[in-house]
């Protein structure tokens, strides 16, 4: 399964990136945070294995007897002569070498005729497959596979159609959310450059900061959360760290060391990446808030939508004035619109996509949508706006499919829908440096690029676009891994259907359809 996407744009990657090395700075690092974790867990643990003391008895008997079968289990060893069989075994050579006379070696490899494989060579190869072009973009997948979860960090060469796995990154518990970064923290905090960074949020409480352009890293640059070692981590909500799992993360372009964070707990916190800590925790909503957005050219105002079917809009500066939609359905995703920024749009557990302009209030009310969209048979759990075409975006459903709308005046229709056998669609979203190029990913563990710029619906609504009027042929497939043999989730074998990229073609030439689609308001 993928649960989370994201696109970095061409040229903040180092065409180089470091390989890991563990120096004994790195080291020290690494013992204190696992040692900051380790006293977490033991406090757990004790939590969890506190003495009854309303049953002493039969306790101390359950202790007597697990004594008992350790002490017969243990005799086989024969541990009472274990000081006189390690006296005996001190002039014993020991290794794997141990029954080998008069061993020859060499103390330079160059100098042994047998050692034939070039080092230098060896690192310059490696150094070239692990070349980032400048005109690369990264590929950011969370995946879950037996239990298993971990970052893939993909390349793709758009030139050449060509998508490969560059590096992965190990992750402690199921991935929700992904968010790029360019703040330096952890042991680069201060570096003036823009570093290349991604924010992880799971079904933990934490938040984990890594540093992509290391290779082989064993540990994050930053964990956000409890660092209070002193303080045994409360299961209540506080206003210093989460206590249930992240939904959403939202990195501030403008104030570069700020990090949005929503919860399971119901609470969004404001961290700052140069102390690691919370500066505001904002507890507005009543349940889960599952997705949480900057504004893209305020840079102090966000907005927030929850389980408790609201959308809130306020400035970081003042969480007490808060303007508030009311809705009938759940909240999936939300997203800004980049082209009119006083609009935003929300994509609801009902099917429906609803979009707002921010300005359309009385008091802390808002007001009704501009439109409603009827997107999906199911929840619409995947929702992106081109970031480079004005009135175009793509949604995804639980019903299995990807579609593409034109909202050109605020009178959307949808373009093309296809089935591309990904399972559920949980994440979809637009290349920033390539306006037709569109990552879904679902249930199902696959990935998908799929050029759209070679759909014939798609050049027949946005012909106006230059890009688009060059372009000339059959649709093409979708760009994915060449030996990718993932299998279907187990969700989805039993209601899988085979489906081709033409077997759910829909384009916006069918204006019948177009009226089902649309409820406007």
């Not at 973009?137 to 979860?149: F, R």
């Not at 619409?380 to 009135?391: C, E, H, W």
């Not at 959307?412 to 669609?425: A, C, E, I, Q």
């Not at 649709?475 to 279907?488: Q, R």
Request: net charge negative; charged share 25%; proline share 4%.
């Amino acid at each position: 399964m993928i649960s989370a996407l994201q696109w970095i744009r061409q040229g903040v990657a180092a065409q180089h990136p470091e390989k890991y090395e563990l120096n004994e700075d790195e080291y020290d690092r690494i013992t204190q945070l696992m040692a900051d974790q380790v006293d977490g867990a033991k406090h757990d643990l004790d939590e969890a294995m506190a003495v009854d003391e309303t049953a002493p008895a039969a306790k101390a008997t359950k202790a007597a007897a697990a004594a008992a079968a350790q002490d017969d289990e243990l005799a086989v060893y024969n541990l009472d002569a274990y000081d006189a069989e390690v006296e005996a075994d001190k002039n014993k050579k020991v290794g794997i070498f141990a029954k080998i006379k008069d061993l020859a070696y060499y103390d330079q490899d160059e100098e042994d005729p047998y050692v034939t494989m070039n080092a230098p060579q060896e690192e310059n190869d490696e150094r070239e497959e692990l070349e980032i072009l400048p005109t690369d973009n990264l590929l950011l997948s969370a995946k879950t596979e037996d239990d298993i979860s971990h970052l893939e960090v993909y390349v793709f060469e758009k030139e050449q159609d060509n998508l490969y796995v560059h590096h992965d990154i190990m992750l402690p518990s199921f991935p929700l959310c992904v968010e790029w970064l360019d703040f330096h923290t952890g042991n680069k905090l201060g570096d003036t450059s823009t570093g290349n960074y991604v924010a992880i949020g799971t079904f933990d409480p934490d938040i984990e900061i890594w540093n992509l352009d290391v290779v082989d890293a064993m540990y994050p640059q930053c964990i956000l959360g409890h660092t209070d070692k002193q303080k045994k981590r409360s299961k209540k909500v506080n206003p210093n760290y989460h206590v249930d799992a992240i939904m959403d993360l939202a990195w501030n372009k403008h104030h570069r060391n700020f990090l949005l964070s929503s919860s399971a707990d119901g609470t969004i916190k404001l961290w700052d990446l140069s102390t690691g800590q919370c500066m505001q925790s904002y507890a507005h909503h009543k349940d889960k808030v599952q997705s949480v957005a900057w504004h893209p050219s305020e840079p102090t105002v966000f907005m927030s939508g929850s389980y408790d079917k609201t959308v809130c809009v306020l400035d970081a500066r003042s969480p007490g004035q808060v303007t508030r939609w009311k809705l009938d359905s759940d909240v999936e995703s939300l997203h800004w619109d980049p082209h009119v920024p006083t609009c935003f749009y929300v994509a609801l557990e009902s099917g429906y996509v609803h979009y707002y302009d921010i300005q359309n209030k009385q008091g802390e009310v808002g007001g009704k949508p501009l439109y409603v969209l009827q997107a999906h048979d199911g929840p619409v759990s995947a929702l992106d706006i081109n970031p480079l075409i004005p009135g175009c975006i793509a949604t995804g459903g639980v019903d299995k499919s990807i579609k593409i709308w034109s909202t050109t005046n605020n009178k959307p229709s949808m373009v093309t829908s296809r089935n591309f056998d990904l399972g559920k669609v949980f994440c979809a979203q637009f290349c920033p440096d390539s306006a037709f190029q569109l990552a879904v990913a679902g249930s199902n563990g696959k990935l998908h690029i799929w050029d759209v710029s070679t759909n014939a619906g798609v050049r027949a609504s946005f012909s106006h676009v230059h890009a688009l009027q060059t372009v000339q042929g059959d649709e093409k497939a979708p760009v994915t891994l060449a030996d990718n043999d993932d299998h279907a989730s187990d969700d989805d074998q039993m209601d899988e259907q085979p489906a081709a990229a033409d077997d759910d073609d829909d384009d916006s030439q069918d204006d019948d359809d177009d009226d089902d689609q649309m409820d406007e308001d």
